[in-house]
């Protein structure tokens, strides 16, 4: 198969470009590396796009494979011909080689392996050929009681078995079924116990057409199947599919055609339909599967961009009832500076003492920033934090932060090495203080899928959520970049061309040596090779190093180029760190990009991505999102009451709407419905991880705990 010209059919994008990124993977660049210092060769696609395409060439050949695997065992049976050939090279999915191999798989004993065993195999190509002959004669033909043959009806009963065999096992019946139950059919779902309560009873008796039912739907009553409390299956007119079998199989209008008929309808109800109908449901689920990691990879990148809270000593408080609220101050470089536990739920003195704790450490330590886990006592740890807050004159926000996967971390192995001498109750305040000072260098040190911006995760194929998600917080690691001599050795492992094992001998390095002094020095570091560093070294940051262009994005590659471009514009190298080529981009159009570009020896694209770097040395590119909303005061859902108007922030989007913070523990949901005035085909079309938004309450049930909001105007 030509994959460039497949490739570049469906993205769209020219088959040359195509066929650069295809020779780019095989040399074993990375997608971020491709992605950003590449652009020439694939005309200056996304990381998101790249890697959608390195999925998609994965699977064409894989299913090309398996092609070549089904061919030639089809060969090594002697039963290779045109017609199949023809068949296998134009098949585009899996589904439909695995149909074509279908009649010369090895079964299991079946009722028509047996009656082939018999020898009624003629038998029942006597009949399948349709022509005018006394059956019955022909039956009397194959009795054979030492086989098991003992009558003419045992003898017509084995042949319709095998017709009814070879019927379900025809590739084209097969692939014409599923067409039509794809567009025709409906998902059924009904109660199994109707007496017993449940949170699917809105699914004990649903039916939705297979081509328009949401995923978030299917994954819910696949759920609810799996638990017991719904039974599930595709509804279609038999008749529809009957009509098509027949039309294939029935040849003649005579007593052999009859029976063909009435094999064809056992095939289809005891055969086909189930095996079909199994196919398609595995097939709702996959896309709604894909569908629902999308979206998580989406919300993940959304949260790991949020824009960093800098400059500010943080206190991180992780909530508890019985054993306490734990208290970690860190500095604005994530140092630990203090610890302590306090108890903000417990009796009038000790809540005295804690108000006494924590404002001694606001002020000891000149703190800016509170971050609250959103775990147990999160609410009353809350209201207690807003009242400190209230009683001091020196200026303090909140937030509440999501501590997913934070008890997970505490306990790794990664937290040990990195507070050996802290409790591990206490690391996971200290995670969630550093999680408002940069989500992205602390959240890297979490498994991805137990960082919590998902629905139905667990119900996902953890091996593709896995590979998604990891692909997510490698293009957000390598777009933001990392500060080798600060970096932890969790976030070194996320830049391109960086494994586990070499991201420990940088640090090593770094310990044993001290602070990098150029991006050259990486090279010394034990199995960091050329290829590795080619692929890292654009990514890494070395701020103390005398070349400025090691503190930018500008590939070691492209100096050359870069110091051209600062000469060609009248500037020197040095300009960069104090901010003097802030006319490098109107000089730049002044000569011309294409003209620049060739003098220099570059392309535009790579061009104007140094002209960037340049004028924004060190940028980051999460400064140009809105900053969070950081609070002072809190709300109990007891004061909400409908049409009151609040700010707050996009937690997480899923397929039918959005949950919002407004400053309650319980997040309030946004529908859908609810998103905007204008028809809103899927909230993420409007709303991202991080948005601070501005709502109205619709309703509230304090007794459930449940907010609905709207953005309506």
Request: include cysteine; charged fraction near 25%; proline fraction near 3%.
């Given at each position: 198969m030509d994959h460039a010209k497949q490739l570049a059919q469906e993205f769209s994008i020219k088959e040359e470009y195509a066929e650069n990124i295809i020779s780019l993977l095989d040399e074993g660049n990375t997608i971020p590396f491709i992605a950003r210092y590449r652009k020439e060769m694939h005309g200056t696609l996304d990381d998101q796009k790249i890697r959608e395409i390195s999925e998609r060439l994965e699977y064409l050949r894989s299913l090309d494979k398996r092609r070549e695997e089904v061919a030639a065992l089809i060969e090594g049976l002697g039963k290779m011909d045109d017609e199949i050939r023809a068949a296998l090279d134009n098949a585009k999915i899996l589904s439909e080689i695995e149909d074509i191999y279908r009649p010369y798989k090895p079964k299991r004993r079946t009722r028509a392996s047996a009656a082939r065993e018999k020898g009624l195999e003629g038998l029942a190509q006597a009949v399948f050929g349709q022509e005018n002959i006394d059956i019955g004669l022909e039956a009397d033909k194959y009795i054979n009681e030492e086989k098991g043959v003992a009558t003419r009806d045992d003898a017509i009963s084995g042949a319709m078995d095998i017709i009814a065999e070879d019927v379900s096992d025809n590739a084209e019946i097969r692939k014409r079924l599923k067409n039509i139950i794809r567009l025709n059919g409906s998902l059924r779902s009904k109660a199994a116990d109707p007496k017993k309560d449940s949170v699917y009873s809105m699914y004990y008796d649903h039916t939705e057409p297979v081509k328009s039912i949401a995923g978030h739907r299917i994954l819910a009553i696949d759920r609810g199947e799996r638990e017991g409390f719904l039974k599930v299956g595709i509804d279609i007119d038999p008749e529809k599919c009957l009509t098509i079998i027949c039309r294939l199989m029935i040849k003649a209008q005579n007593d052999c055609a009859d029976m063909v008929k009435a094999a064809c309808e056992d095939?289809?109800?005891?055969?086909?339909?189930?095996?079909?109908?199994?196919?398609?449901?595995?097939?709702?689920?996959?896309?709604?599967?894909?569908?629902?990691?999308?979206?998580?990879?989406?919300?993940?990148?959304?949260?790991?961009?949020?824009?960093?809270?800098?400059?500010?000593?943080?206190i991180g408080l992780d909530p508890g009832y019985r054993t306490g609220c734990k208290l970690a101050v860190v500095d604005p470089?994530?140092?630990?500076?203090?610890?302590?536990?306090?108890?903000?739920?417990?009796?009038?003195?000790?809540?005295?003492?804690?108000?006494?704790?924590?404002?001694?450490?606001?002020?000891?330590?000149?703190?800016?920033?509170?971050?609250?886990?959103?775990?147990?006592?999160?609410?009353?740890?809350?209201?207690?934090?807003?009242?400190?807050?209230?009683?001091?004159?020196?200026?303090?926000?909140?937030?509440?932060?999501?501590?997913?996967?934070a008890s997970v971390y505490s306990a790794s192995k990664l937290a040990a090495a990195e507070m050996p001498e802290l409790d591990l109750t206490l690391r996971s305040a200290v995670s969630i203080a550093r999680r408002l000072q940069d989500p992205l260098a602390e959240l890297v040190k979490i498994e991805p899928k137990a960082i919590g911006v998902g629905q139905y995760q667990h119900d996902m194929p953890q091996k593709r959520l896995s590979e998604a998600l990891d692909g997510v917080v490698e293009d957000c690691v390598n777009t933001v970049g990392a500060d080798l001599n600060t970096a932890s050795p969790a976030l070194l492992s996320r830049v391109s061309g960086i494994s586990s094992a070499v991201s420990g001998n940088i640090v090593a390095y770094r310990e044993e040596n001290g602070a990098f002094t150029s991006r050259a020095e990486l090279k010394k570091v034990p199995k960091l090779g050329p290829k590795a560093f080619e692929q890292c070294a654009g990514f890494l940051r070395v701020a103390e190093s005398k070349e400025p262009l090691d503190n930018t994005a500008v590939h070691p590659e492209s100096y050359k180029a870069a110091r051209e471009l600062l000469r060609l514009c009248g500037y020197e190298p040095e300009d960069i760190r104090n901010g003097g080529v802030g006319e490098l981009r109107s000089r730049v159009e002044a000569i011309g990009a294409e003209n620049a570009a060739e003098k220099v020896g570059t392309g535009v694209p790579t061009l104007m991505d140094i002209i960037n770097e340049l004028t924004k040395p060190g940028r980051d590119p999460r400064d140009e999102l809105p900053p969070p909303l950081l609070r002072t005061d809190v709300l109990d859902i007891k004061d909400l009451k409908p049409g009151m108007e609040l700010k707050g922030t996009v937690r997480n989007?899923?397929?039918?709407g959005a949950f919002v913070d407004i400053g309650v523990h319980q997040d309030g949901l946004v529908h859908i419905s609810q998103i905007s005035n204008k028809r809103v085909k899927h909230p993420s079309d409007v709303l991202r991880v991080g948005d601070v938004v501005n709502v109205k309450i619709l309703s509230v049930d304090v007794e459930k705990g449940r907010i609905s909001l709207t953005m309506k105007g």
């Open positions: 095939a289809y109800s005891r055969l086909i339909f189930p095996s079909v109908e199994r196919e398609i449901r595995s097939e709702l689920t996959d896309a709604a599967d894909e569908q629902a990691i999308k979206l998580f990879a989406m919300n993940l990148r959304q949260l790991l961009m949020q824009p960093p809270v800098k400059g500010f000593t943080a470089t994530g140092r630990v500076l203090d610890t302590a536990v306090i108890y903000p739920t417990h009796s009038a003195a000790q809540i005295e003492k804690s108000k006494q704790t924590l404002k001694n450490m606001i002020r000891k330590y000149r703190a800016g920033i509170i971050a609250i886990g959103n775990g147990t006592a999160s609410k009353e740890t809350e209201m207690f934090t807003a009242e400190c807050i209230g009683e001091i004159d020196e200026k303090v926000s909140y937030m509440v932060v999501s501590e997913a996967g989007v899923i397929d039918f």
